[in-house]
């Protein structure tokens, strides 16, 4: 790398970063890119391959694996916050799931910035066309990849009364087929859909700060104190928890912190690092009657080839509550007709404690779609290596507290309570570990204090965080960084509302979009 100059530097060669970059150098004035990432190249490194490889990566080399404050309303546990440090970043780490927000959920969005190009009809082409650039689609689409339990699992929600979503209205409300972001039963990184050749991509480097001349971006600093220069713009793709860190470290952020830390103040901008969210979860292990019948990934009757191109489940299940429910709980009357909470189940049960994987059991995830908790993403010090400080906050509104109960008790049902599933499952098994000592099998008719002992003591994240560099409070609605010049921002952080779904297909799509703003300004 001799370049210290380059039109735009893209600070983050994450899942959005490597879009970013790879538009910008492909367009048609071919401007000069430079992208910088903290970990290194993936190319040659074990397990990055697959999927269920990619799940031996966690809290690895490849990950930042940060860690949370202790969450009071978790029992005070600290979270385990995985996150990719690599050329990819996400698309390096992730389960590959690919699942659109809801028509509701983008609308909030488009009404919350006050942009219709953010709803639903103006993301939509977005959608379409990274869909068809990346060739998502569903599981059952390769005709060898049929689990044993698909019929079963889908007759279990047919009994209740779970729909088809209309997808085609851009509905997620229902039952639908899960799509996968993967090629051939390989993972699909970002930098490798987005191909970086006319892009300078600096790995194993961590960016430091942006440096301003007035309001005016100028460049970067890097840790090892080298400067870059950018001619036209600096774009941050840091991710959620990062993100935050560099615009803090840069001098944009609420000024009693900046100063707290001896940052001189660029601009003040009260919502760096507010407003982080996630998609809560809780995953409960299912032990099944039969393991010799091979419903189950470690079975040795679990031996299709194709079962292990991805992680094996067929079917999400995004659900509304009942109005008279959410009637009932503080803000709730705003979230009549949205769908709440996810159900997955999976045919294997990865990383419950105490749970083997082994062909005995199954999983589920059931996962808040839309939290009203909000957490924090502030620093410890000006050290830009040093991890940031994050406080989730998970659970602390009676809202998800409800919904996450709710949804628990609706998993529950499905497994444990249709004709469908009681042949095969047997029961549930709790997690075994330090913390956990004493948990009670859950059933369908577990009382309030042990399902809420439950998601106390097990819930946690789905690796799905967003907000901290929310749309309409730190950026605009073309990403740029309020306040100043020549600066956005461009992943996860800028969601300014959590959205159902899994988040790689919006963050592809948002990063087409902005992308293609900046270009706009060429
Ligand atoms: C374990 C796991 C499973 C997931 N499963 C799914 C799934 O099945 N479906 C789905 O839709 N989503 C899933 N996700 C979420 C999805 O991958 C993320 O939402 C997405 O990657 C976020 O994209 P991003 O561009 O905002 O950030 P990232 O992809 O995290 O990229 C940020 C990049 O910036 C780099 N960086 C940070 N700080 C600096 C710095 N100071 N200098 C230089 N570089 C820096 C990081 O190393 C990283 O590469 C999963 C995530 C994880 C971690």
């Not at 699909?188 to 960016?207: D, F, G, H, I, K």
């Not at 690092?273 to 809560?280: P, V």
């Not at 309409?472 to 960084?481: A, H």
């Not at 779904?501 to 919006?506: D, F, I, Y």
Request: hydrophobic share 35%; glycine share 10%; proline share 7%.
């Amino acid at each position: 790398m001799s370049s210290t100059t380059a039109d735009y530097i893209v600070v983050g060669g994450g899942l959005a970063g490597c879009v970013i970059a790879s538009r910008l150098s492909q367009s048609e004035k071919k401007p000069s890119v430079i992208l910088v990432e903290a970990g290194p190249d993936p190319s040659g490194k074990p397990n990055t391959d697959t999927i269920l490889n990619g799940l031996s990566l966690l809290g690895g080399e490849l990950d930042h694996a940060f860690q949370s404050a202790p969450v009071p309303t978790t029992a005070n546990r600290q979270h385990f916050l995985p996150a990719g440090k690599v050329l990819g970043g996400g698309s390096i780490l992730n389960f590959g799931g690919w699942l659109r927000a809801d028509v509701a959920d983008y609308d909030a969005w488009g009404e919350a910035v006050g942009d219709r190009s953010w709803s639903y009809e103006g993301l939509k082409p977005w959608l379409d066309k990274v869909e068809s650039h990346l060739g998502a689609a569903t599981i059952s689409s390769d005709p060898n990849r049929i689990y044993p339990l698909r019929n079963a699992v889908k007759t279990a929600w047919d009994e209740l009364g779970s729909q088809p979503a209309e997808e085609a209205k851009g509905s997620i409300s229902g039952i639908v087929e899960v799509k996968e972001n993967t090629q051939n039963g390989l993972r699909q990184p970002s930098y490798a859909a987005y191909p970086l050749e006319r892009v300078t991509v600096m790995t194993n480097t961590v960016v430091h700060r942006v440096n301003f001349s007035g309001k005016q971006a100028t460049g970067i600093l890097l840790v090892d104190g080298r400067e870059i220069t950018a001619q036209k713009e600096v774009i941050i793709t840091a991710g959620a928890y990062r993100t935050p860190q560099v615009l803090l470290l840069s001098g944009i952020g609420p000024p009693d912190v900046l100063s707290s830390h001896g940052i001189p103040v660029v601009q003040p901008s009260l919502g760096v690092g507010k407003n982080l969210f996630d998609h809560f979860a809780i995953y409960l292990a299912f032990r099944l009657r039969d393991p010799s019948k091979g419903y189950a990934l470690g079975s040795s009757a679990f031996n299709n080839p194709s079962f292990f191109k991805g992680l094996p489940y067929d079917w999400a299940v995004s659900e509304q509550l009942p109005a008279e429910k959410l009637d009932k709980v503080e803000s709730g009357g705003a979230f009549h007709n949205r769908n709440l909470y996810e159900v997955l189940v999976v045919y294997v049960p990865p990383g419950i404690p105490g749970i083997p994987v082994d062909g005995t059991h199954i999983a589920t995830s059931t996962m808040l779609l839309l939290p009203t908790s909000r957490g924090t993403v502030t620093i410890k010090s000006t050290d830009p290596n040093d991890q940031p400080e994050i406080q989730p906050n998970y659970l602390a509104t009676e809202l998800d507290r409800e919904v996450i109960a709710h949804a628990a008790r609706r998993t529950l049902d499905a497994l444990l309570g249709t004709e469908a599933l009681k042949p095969i499952v047997e029961g549930e098994t709790p997690p075994s570990g330090e913390g956990l000592e004493g948990l009670k099998p859950l059933t369908v008719d577990v009382s309030d204090s042990d399902l809420h002992e439950r998601i106390l003591k097990t819930g946690m994240q789905h690796h799905h965080s967003g907000g901290t560099a929310a749309m309409g409070s730190v950026v605009d609605v073309d990403g740029k960084v309020k306040g100043v010049e020549r600066l956005r921002v461009a992943d996860g952080s800028v969601l300014p509302v959590p959205l159902g779904g899994h988040p790689q297909a919006t963050l592809y799509a948002v990063a087409e979009k902005l992308a293609d703003a900046i270009l706009e300004q060429l």
